[in-house]
């Protein structure tokens, strides 16, 4: 990914532990990750960091995937990410297992209050959760408390 961002134009790249961030506090307005937390080795020490690092009233922004919390969707959706989705995509790419993992990990990702509550307590306020696609994915955001004067 990081080839294709330098392809593409980006000067400056940098691979780097999510939870030992190589950058002073308050260094970001903005801290976003996209379907990458659920797949860090701890979300709690993950969030910290990226709290570290965000300024006093900026923002977090989290997008990654979820369960739908409707029953009529939920047992369906489970099936398919067993089921369905290793079998085709293993076919198609020949890595069966990375999408059984993907199940597995998106069912053991918190989601909704419990995702809110990791945020809490990472330091982070007002955190809100914006269920997507019909809770396949879910969008949080949260910031970082205004300094106090």
């Not at 400056?12 to 999510?18: G, S």
């Not at 979820?66 to 290793?86: E, T």
């Not at 199940?103 to 997507?132: K, R």
């Amino acid at each position: 990914m990081l080839e294709r961002a330098r392809a593409k134009g980006l000067r400056h790249t940098i691979v780097a532990d999510a939870l030992h961030l190589p950058f002073p506090d308050a260094s970001f307005d903005a801290v976003a990750v996209a379907f990458g937390l659920r797949n860090m080795e701890s979300w709690s020490g993950a969030l910290r960091e990226m709290s570290r690092v965000i300024t006093p009233g900026g923002h977090l922004l989290i997008l990654d995937f979820s369960l739908p919390r409707a029953a009529i969707l939920r047992a369906p959706y489970q099936f398919y990410l067993h089921h369905i989705l290793p079998l085709i995509a293993g076919v198609v790419t020949r890595e069966q297992s990375a999408y059984q993992y993907l199940g597995d990990s998106i069912e053991q990702f918190p989601s909704g209050a419990a995702m809110l509550h990791l945020i809490t307590d990472s330091g982070l306020v007002s955190p809100t959760c914006e269920p997507l696609t019909a809770g396949i994915v879910s969008l949080y955001t949260a910031a970082k408390p205004a300094a106090q004067s």
